[in-house]
């Protein structure tokens, strides 16, 4: 086997992710742990995880199911509410295994009724975050109704991001998983306190792709999937080597019946091949050699972790992808659902 059929990367991490609960982890977490060594897990449950104790009681459930000796760290994240207490960041601050705060606004995505109505509700909040040095977890849409859904991006930055990096100098802040050119010209602008998550799917699809033919309901995300001049900035972004973009799938999970409906739900289950189409995408563009920083480094960096002592090695072999996986007793879909995929992690059963 030739090294362009072959690449090994440090053990790389998944810097946004929702694994869901209960029976849910029985399928959530071997996907993820199978390869990842860290994971930012999102707090958006029901009830929200709004204390560092909820937080704690979850990363324990979520540790039951990793696959063994995989060493999985999952890295938990509180939910920023109206009233969320001060007090609680400086608890999560001297908790290694809690590491940051998630800024919903309020109904923006799933289970995000009780996130933020109004940003100078939680000024007491982030202003201890900024002291103590908490990194802000953004998912960067306005809500307002008379706002175009594919400007929601754009608004939240001039609107609510720009100002609070005015007000809170010293605020760490993460665009999750960002979708346009506004968001990467944005974060190329600012100062190395300000960084950006970049998931496969919004690299693979633009909205032609959700849309053209028939609605295709499991592409359907949020923040939504834009034209291909955003693509095409999310890739240069990627492939760039710039420390400031690095992993996060944000694979979200949803029962299909959920998503089959007349109001299906937003998001898209990746991590059963996340790292392997992250490789085929950079394969793609022959860029192999910037994986591991996009991958393994950049969020290490960026969230003062270490970098991981493990390798992965991955091979370039075809296999298909499944077409369901279930939650509990009901299906989810998952990305590229009975498609090929011409990268596998190496050793790894077949799928």
Same mark, same amino acid.
């Given at each position: 086997m030739t090294a362009a059929e072959l690449v090994t990367i440090t053990k790389p991490d998944d810097w946004h992710l929702h694994l869901r609960d209960e029976i849910a982890l029985q399928t959530t977490v071997p996907a993820t742990s199978r390869v990842f060594g860290r994971a930012i897990v999102m707090p958006n449950l029901r009830p929200p995880v709004t204390s560092v104790e909820m937080a704690l009681n979850y990363r324990s459930r979520i540790l039951k199911h990793e696959i063994p000796d995989s060493n999985f760290n999952p890295l938990m994240t509180l939910f920023l509410t109206d009233n969320l207490d001060p007090n609680e960041i400086v608890s999560l601050s001297n908790e290694e295994s809690v590491v940051a705060v998630k800024y919903y606004p309020a109904g923006a995505t799933t289970n995000s009724d009780t996130g933020v109505t109004n940003i100078k509700n939680v000024y007491p909040a982030i202003e201890k975050m900024a002291e103590l040095g908490v990194p802000l977890l953004l998912h960067g849409e306005v809500t307002e109704n008379q706002i175009d859904i594919f400007d929601r991006e754009k608004v939240f930055i001039e609107t609510i991001l720009a100002p609070l990096i005015e007000r809170y100098p010293d605020l760490k802040v993460i665009l999750e998983h960002i979708t346009t050119k506004?968001?990467?010209?944005?974060?190329?602008? !600012? $100062? #190395?306190? /300000?960084?950006?998550?970049?998931?496969?799917?919004?690299?693979?699809?633009?909205?032609? @792709?959700?849309?053209?033919?028939?609605?295709?309901?499991?592409?359907?995300?949020?923040?939504?999937?834009?034209?291909?001049?955003? !693509? $095409? #900035?999310? /890739?240069?972004?990627?492939?760039?080597?710039?420390?400031?973009?690095?992993?996060?799938? @944000?694979?979200?999970?949803?029962?299909?019946?959920?998503?089959?409906?007349?109001?299906?739900?937003?998001?898209?289950?990746?991590?059963?091949?996340?790292?392997?189409?992250?490789?085929?995408?950079?394969?793609?563009?022959?860029?192999?050699?910037?994986l591991e920083g996009f991958a393994s480094f950049f969020g290490a960096d960026f969230y003062g972790q270490p970098r991981n002592k493990e390798k992965i090695t991955l091979e370039r072999k075809s296999w298909r992808m499944p077409e369901q996986y279930q939650l509990g007793d009901v299906p989810t879909i998952p990305i590229m659902a009975g498609e090929i995929v011409n990268w596998q992690l190496k050793d790894s059963a077949e799928k």
């Amino acid at each position: 086997m030739t090294a362009a059929e072959l690449v090994t990367i440090t053990k790389p991490d998944d810097w946004h992710l929702h694994l869901r609960d209960e029976i849910a982890l029985q399928t959530t977490v071997p996907a993820t742990s199978r390869v990842f060594g860290r994971a930012i897990v999102m707090p958006n449950l029901r009830p929200p995880v709004t204390s560092v104790e909820m937080a704690l009681n979850y990363r324990s459930r979520i540790l039951k199911h990793e696959i063994p000796d995989s060493n999985f760290n999952p890295l938990m994240t509180l939910f920023l509410t109206d009233n969320l207490d001060p007090n609680e960041i400086v608890s999560l601050s001297n908790e290694e295994s809690v590491v940051a705060v998630k800024y919903y606004p309020a109904g923006a995505t799933t289970n995000s009724d009780t996130g933020v109505t109004n940003i100078k509700n939680v000024y007491p909040a982030i202003e201890k975050m900024a002291e103590l040095g908490v990194p802000l977890l953004l998912h960067g849409e306005v809500t307002e109704n008379q706002i175009d859904i594919f400007d929601r991006e754009k608004v939240f930055i001039e609107t609510i991001l720009a100002p609070l990096i005015e007000r809170y100098p010293d605020l760490k802040v993460i665009l999750e998983h960002i979708t346009t050119k506004d968001s990467v010209e944005f974060i190329e602008s !600012q $100062s #190395s306190r /300000i960084a950006g998550t970049i998931t496969i799917h919004h690299l693979l699809y633009n909205r032609n @792709d959700m849309l053209v033919g028939g609605i295709k309901p499991h592409l359907y995300c949020l923040p939504v999937l834009k034209r291909n001049i955003h !693509q $095409s #900035s999310l /890739i240069r972004a990627a492939l760039g080597g710039n420390p400031k973009f690095f992993l996060g799938t @944000d694979s979200a999970p949803h029962a299909r019946p959920e998503k089959e409906t007349s109001c299906g739900c937003a998001g898209i289950f990746s991590s059963p091949a996340a790292i392997e189409l992250y490789t085929q995408f950079f394969a793609e563009h022959n860029s192999l050699s910037r994986l591991e920083g996009f991958a393994s480094f950049f969020g290490a960096d960026f969230y003062g972790q270490p970098r991981n002592k493990e390798k992965i090695t991955l091979e370039r072999k075809s296999w298909r992808m499944p077409e369901q996986y279930q939650l509990g007793d009901v299906p989810t879909i998952p990305i590229m659902a009975g498609e090929i995929v011409n990268w596998q992690l190496k050793d790894s059963a077949e799928k």
